[in-house]
């Protein structure tokens, strides 16, 4: 679960993707690690956001609001992190509607589906790597 890992990879997605705010980042980071069970992933990340008085109650309520239209930006792009990690073969435009009509540009969306697809490779890799966390070197 190496930590090096999650922050050379937030360098990363903050050289590429600089027009996305970091607490977007990182709320999308803990949403995803929430919905895929990665321990270290969502402690990570709620630490991050209550250093910067956001409740991380507060992020996973919003992505689980209800689908018949956003009530904030910030929600509807929790909603769609959701459905990208839960089904992302399930997305459709009126996902992509949403997400206009709550202000966010094509280009915006592009931004939240690639940091939200980033977030999601980290905590699969990390996860798959758990067995080897502690094993002797070959």
């Given at each position: 679960?190496?930590?090096?890992?999650?922050?050379g990879?937030?360098?990363t997605?903050?050289?590429?993707?600089?027009?996305?705010?970091?607490?977007r980042?990182?709320?999308?980071?803990?949403?995803?690690?929430?919905l895929t069970?990665?321990?270290?992933?969502?402690a990570?990340c709620?630490?991050?956001?209550?250093q910067?008085?956001?409740?991380p109650?507060?992020?996973?309520?919003?992505?689980?609001?209800a689908?018949d239209?956003?009530?904030?930006?910030?929600?509807?792009?929790?909603r769609?992190?959701?459905?990208?990690?839960?089904?992302?073969?399930?997305i459709?435009?009126?996902?992509i509607?949403?997400?206009?009509?709550?202000?966010?540009?094509?280009?915006?969306?592009?931004?939240?589906a690639?940091?939200?697809?980033?977030?999601?490779?980290?905590?699969?890799l990390?996860?798959?790597?758990?067995p080897?966390?502690?094993?002797?070197?070959?």
């Amino acid at each position: 679960r190496c930590p090096e890992m999650f922050d050379g990879q937030v360098t990363t997605i903050e050289r590429t993707v600089s027009v996305v705010p970091r607490e977007r980042w990182m709320r999308i980071g803990l949403v995803v690690a929430r919905l895929t069970g990665s321990k270290y992933f969502s402690a990570h990340c709620a630490a991050w956001l209550e250093q910067r008085s956001i409740s991380p109650a507060a992020v996973i309520a919003g992505s689980e609001g209800a689908e018949d239209g956003p009530e904030d930006t910030e929600d509807a792009c929790l909603r769609f992190t959701r459905d990208l990690t839960l089904h992302s073969h399930k997305i459709s435009e009126r996902r992509i509607d949403e997400l206009r009509q709550a202000g966010l540009s094509d280009g915006a969306i592009l931004d939240v589906a690639y940091v939200a697809g980033v977030m999601n490779g980290m905590v699969r890799l990390a996860t798959a790597l758990e067995p080897l966390e502690g094993a002797a070197p070959a």
